[in-house]
């Protein structure tokens, strides 16, 4: 599918989604922008379109959380410190290792078991966009709100670290726990510094520009725009996590951590509008780029004769039942 028309119809089908749900505000909106993605994947099963995943967590997943950083409740988040680090490591980790050897076990196929445990990897972390969408139809007490925003916007780095682990371990068939553990603690830690300066910097150009009379809405505006992108390349660039890169200088540009200026009461006022649209087109991306994957991948488990499809059925009930467990 070409790209221009690949993105008239995903604007559309977000356009026609948002209504219906505003006719059916009891369908989940989420929900019906899956099954509007498996609609145009059959619509356009003979042209392909093909997203890079290096490119999806640039400019998608990279300013969702930028936004949500910057939006985040920070004092309710660190009040809740201990529990969202628990969340973060030890927990991830277990739910990989449980998940992994249970697909190993339940699975109709023969699976590698580090392919079983890159299963558990990536079901593991909280999905802090997926939990965006849902609370905003059902509601959650607030402890309980604050602790999955802050693990949401931190687990990436050892959800992620567990996963390229588990493939390593698939492609070459070796390990290394010493090597594992230091590539956590630099992607974490580069991460954490690329983000906390691309933020200051941020900042520093504002200021100077401020105190030249030159800032104006719309150019603060682009840089902000534009630095969950940069962000997360530069950190990518020097091998640390472009994801905790773009959630720390969300979380420095909070309105908390900065003096609050008439121009930034200004900028405020326009980017709540603008990022309002550009996160309901971007989240809607996310559950529509779902949707069209399903039939790609449901199609050839449905047609193989290698095992039966019941049983793969509950096999994923199984596995799903353990991951809320």
């Known amino acids: 599918m070409h790209l221009s028309l690949a ?46 995943t290096e490119l999806f967590l640039a400019f998608i997943i990279a300013p969702l959380l930028f936004r949500e950083g910057e939006e985040s409740d920070i004092t309710s988040i660190l009040r809740n410190w201990k529990l969202i680090l628990f ?5 991830i980790f277990v739910s990989t290792l449980g998940i992994g050897y249970l697909a190993k076990a339940v699975l109709p196929a023969s699976v590698p078991l580090s392919a079983c445990l890159a299963i558990g990897a990536a079901l593991g972390p909280t999905d802090l966009v997926a939990y965006s969408a849902i609370s905003k139809r059902f509601s959650f007490p607030k402890w309980i709100s604050y602790i999955l925003q802050g693990e949401g916007l931190l687990n990436d780095a050892s959800g992620l670290v567990a996963f390229q682990v588990a493939v390593t371990a698939l492609t070459t068939g070796a390990f290394s726990l010493l090597g594992a553990s230091w590539n956590l603690v ?36 682009l840089l902000e725009l534009v630095l969950p992108i940069s962000s997360y390349f530069v950190a990518e660039e020097i091998h640390a996590s472009g994801i905790i890169a773009v959630v720390v200088a969300g979380i420095s540009l909070a309105s908390r951590f900065k003096k609050i200026t008439v121009f930034d009461a200004k900028l405020d006022s326009v980017s709540h509008t603008i990022w309002g ?20 991948l449901a199609a050839p488990v449905l047609r193989s004769t290698t095992y039966d499809n019941l049983w793969m059925l509950l096999a994923i009930v199984l596995l799903t039942a353990t991951m809320f467990g």
């Open 7 to 52: 993105l008239l119809v995903l604007l559309f089908s977000l356009i026609l989604s948002n209504v219906i749900n505003r006719v059916f505000p009891r369908l989940p909106l989420p929900l019906i922008q899956i099954i509007f993605g498996v609609g145009i994947g059959f619509l356009f099963k003979e042209s392909a379109f093909e997203l890079e």
């Open 277 to 296: 649209t550009i996160t309901f087109m971007l989240n809607g991306m996310v559950f529509f780029l779902l949707g069209t994957e399903l039939p790609t």
């Open 87 to 91: 969340l973060i490591f030890p927990v």
């Open 186 to 221: 630099i992607s974490v830690l580069g991460g954490f510094l690329v983000g906390l300066i691309t933020a200051l910097l941020n900042r520093l150009f504002l200021t100077i520009l401020d105190n030249m009379d030159a800032a104006d809405v719309t150019g603060a505006l």
